[in-house]
């Protein structure tokens, strides 16, 4: 089983609908992070949190929100999704312990088109 | 604002030869480090390198870092098939614990 799961695969929603993106880790890690990926422009950060109690905001947080349920669970949402959030979005851990730019472990990402 | 710039966008080699691969970065840093993604899947962690090393080895991957020229290349010996792939730098030296992603280079091995 994959250590960091990010459910849905594919998503396909309409322009103003509600989606959200859950992502769940058995890495044991307090740091968990959500990014877009879009053609051309490599990851962008959109929110972090290094405990269940902390969040903070990335490069692209506009138009994005995020809840920290528990230790393994970093869930993403889009309130009213747009055209443009278009994009593959990947959920990661990392551990404190290496350090606070230490490797990152991905899920397989989410496919999310908005039409 | 994109930190670490790969260079080239894309490279297409025989099977059996070498690859390699550059990413310049602005400002200073702690680390940097290379990813690799297999089309459309998770990008999966290579090797990462400190500031005060010049050279790291891992299995067929060898990255060096010059913080002088704010540059660091991966290469990758003896290609095959299956290193297809996606290959991304990612630095640190912003501040505020994010790691900020280059473009990365597409690779292709032709058989």
């Known amino acids: 089983d994959a250590d960091v799961t990010q459910t849905p695969r594919n998503r396909i929603t309409k322009t103003g609908k509600r989606i959200m993106l859950e992502c769940s880790q058995t890495?044991?890690?307090?740091?968990m992070y959500w990014y877009r990926q879009d053609p051309g422009l490599g990851l962008r950060l959109i929110y972090y949190s290094f405990d269940v109690k902390d969040i903070n905001k990335g490069e692209i947080s506009d138009g994005y929100s995020v809840s920290r349920q528990a230790q393994a669970k970093f869930s993403l949402s889009l309130e009213s999704a747009i055209p443009n959030q278009t994009a593959l979005y990947f959920c990661a851990t990392s551990d404190p312990d290496r350090g606070p730019y230490g490797e990152l472990f991905f899920g397989e990402g989410s496919r999310l088109t908005v039409l | 604002s994109q930190q670490g710039e790969e260079d080239p966008q894309a490279l297409s080699i025989q099977e059996g030869e070498n690859a390699t691969m550059n990413c310049s970065y602005k400002?200073?840093?702690?680390?940097l480090q290379w990813y690799r993604q297999n089309s459309g899947r998770g990008l999966v962690h290579l090797i990462l390198i400190r500031s005060n090393e010049r050279e790291k080895h891992s299995g067929r991957l060898r990255v060096t870092l010059d913080t002088s020229k704010k540059s660091s290349s991966l290469l990758i010996t003896a290609s095959r098939a299956a290193d297809t792939a996606s290959y991304f730098c990612?630095?640190?030296?912003?501040?505020?614990?994010?790691?900020?992603w280059g473009a990365g280079t597409k690779l292709i091995i032709k058989p």
């Open positions: 990612a630095t640190d030296g912003n501040g505020n614990y994010q790691l900020i």
């Open positions: 400002t200073s840093i702690n680390n």
């Open positions: 890495k044991g890690h307090d740091r």
